[in-house]
RNA sequence: GGAGUUGGCCAGACAGUCGCCGCUAAUACCCCUUAAAAGGUGUUGGGGGAGGAAAGUCCGGGCUCCAUAGGGCAGAGUGCCAGGUAACGCCUGGGCGGCGUGAGCCGACGGAAAGUGCAGCAGAGAGUAGACCGCCUAAGCCCCUGAAAUAAACCGCUGGGGCCGGUAAGGGUGAAAGGGUGCGGUAAGAGCGCACCGCGCGCCUGGUAACAGUGCGUGGCAUGGUAAACCCCACUCGGAGCAAGACCAAAUAGGGAUCCAAUGGCGUGGCCCGCGCUGGAUCCGGGUAGGUUGCUUGAGCGCUGUGGUAACGCAGCGCCUAGAGGAAUGGCUGUCCACGACAGAACCCGGCUUAUCGGCCGACUCCCCCC
């Protein structure tokens, strides 16, 4: 997963990859390591959100496994800006997962 | 009214809406069966869902396995006394010392006359004390002076100087200089003597005890500091931890090679004994690591009564209050206000410590004003 994404998805202190699957919906993984997010609150609550905003947005979404990662910083963004961070990379990955289905064979470059 | 001390409690609220994790009831289906129960999946309804510190992991216990945790050594911890407790390094009460006008607060608070060690600088001297300045020159010796007496002299009164010394009152050094004040005493001084204070020891009295005393007697009087230095004394402590452990399914099969060997090897990791089990170790090749349980009814919480100064105990009645498993307890919207701190359960309890916006209640102290 971590080495064959075929997406990768950046946002303000956090960044996700993404997997194309056959699974006919989306699927989620997070990664909120305790050397980015020292206390146990912030984790859970960034963890939440996330959760939250997929589960808004599940029927949306292409059929992809996605793996969010939290970055140092995370604990400091406040509930709201951390929402729309989430929306905007949500936009980003359905577009760019149309334009790779429509491509039969994605390019791997870089 | 102001300032403060102390004990306890709360931890945004409400509504709507969309979700998450257990529980429970009904129901549908699956599985199974003679039939049911149990089990699984879904739908609908009901109900529950982080903390006072959940934290740090610093102590103590339960629970589990190792022996039923046994003996010795080593090691670690605790350290005024009594009580509480499952236990504690915790709590309560008391003693002693310190701080505060006070309510109160703080204290690793046994032993330094068993032993060993350590102490920079300054200072004469730092633990069998010590003469740098100062004070003294009585006794002993030397020199000068030379009263009185004598015929004269010797000796030598007096005074002065020196040597040998005396002295811990004063100065100075230091964190600390070997009881304090006063009087006597003396050449000057000194517990040298005495009085008072203090201290040590013995007895008596009070107190369970620590300890206390205008108590009685006795000793001139230190036993300097440091034991979060070794140490001594008293008391306590076996080890590992829920990834403990248990169960189910599968499997650890079978095989080959080398080495060691029944005063052995493993369990048992500080060591020895003891105890239990038994051939063991390494390599080659092959195989597995899924689920259930432990998991929340407990030294539990609330109220009342009762014993106790209190911590707490006892009795009765009532209540059931998260249980996940990469980990639920949340998102959004609206209204209100004192505009919300520190912060997220992971086997469970009792403490300690640390973090913390603010608010409420009780008790008490000091100061000012009024009656």
Sequence with gaps: MFEQADLKVHGKGMMALVRLSTRGHPRLGLVVSKKNVK???DRNRFK???RESVRLRQD???SVDIVV???RGVQDIDNETLHRQLHGMWKRLQRDAQAMIAVPTP????
């Excluded at 390019?107 to 870089?110: C, H, I, N, Q």
């Design 69 to 71: 990662l939290a970055r």
């Design 107 to 110: 390019k791997r470059d870089t």
């Design 39 to 41: 206390r146990a609150v």
């Design 60 to 62: 949306h979404l292409p």
């Design 48 to 50: 939440r959100l996330v």
